[in-house]
């Protein structure tokens, strides 16, 4: 038996080494979590003693296939019950997040398969990420940072991080969410992204670019338009 927070490490390294590719360095996690390095350092031992990671001096971690699967697990647990409280609770999108990271642990398979069924098997959670399948199967991420797009590149968000409440209440209020088609109108050099969405021009520090995932237009979408907002 995992603990939550061994769990909460698993779902982190994958997360960050679907982003990033591994290994993922400790100060990576640690920043991530919000924990200080000799306390990843000690998990990760742990996590490697229980072979769900395997781990390189002064390189990092990866994910073993065992370990894969847990972090793959509760990210369904957490995507479905993010769906869930936005679709059937009257949560808005910037309100799940802590909510779902609260329940994840705790549900059992015959209440995951429930919620999925009631939710008529999502692909998708209200941010656009996707869920993993009852199989586990990884998933496949084809998405890029909408800060790495230049002037007149029109581009569809896919996927915004979850992280943050107040960014995704930004966000909805600008318009920003999946399945809307945005044009690239300026990138400042201080990091400032201008764009043009729903008739008018919204300028966003380059840390929220970075946390904004976008497909070229012409692209299958990877959320249906109107998911999300609050």
Do not use: C
């Amino acid at each position: 038996m995992l603990s939550d927070v061994m769990e909460d490490y698993l779902k982190a390294i994958y997360i960050l080494q679907s982003e990033h590719g591994p290994p993922v360095s400790t100060s990576a996690i640690a920043e991530y979590l919000d924990k200080t390095a000799p306390t990843v350092t000690s998990m990760l031992g742990k996590l490697e003693d229980r072979g769900l990671v395997d781990r390189e001096k002064y390189k990092g971690v990866e994910l073993t296939d065992e370990g894969e699967t847990v972090a793959l697990e509760v990210l369904r647990h957490h995507r479905l019950l993010e769906a869930y409280l936005t679709e059937h609770l009257d949560y808005s999108w910037s309100e799940v997040h802590d909510e779902a990271d609260a329940l994840e642990h705790h549900i059992s398979e015959a209440f995951e398969r429930r919620v999925a069924e009631v939710l008529g098997n999502p692909e998708f959670d209200p941010h656009g990420d996707p869920i993993p399948n009852v199989d586990l199967d990884p998933v496949e991420d084809e998405t890029t940072r909408l800060s790495e797009y230049g002037e007149g590149d029109r581009v569809v968000v896919a996927r915004v991080s979850d992280r943050d409440e107040a960014e995704l209440e930004y966000l909805a209020e600008a318009g920003l969410t999946p399945g809307t088609e945005i044009e690239v109108v300026d990138v400042a050099p201080f990091g400032m992204v201008t764009v043009h969405v729903a008739g008018h021009e919204q300028s966003l520090p380059e840390s929220v670019a970075r946390s904004i995932r976008v497909e070229p237009v012409g692209e299958p979408e990877s959320a249906p338009a109107g998911m999300g907002g609050a």
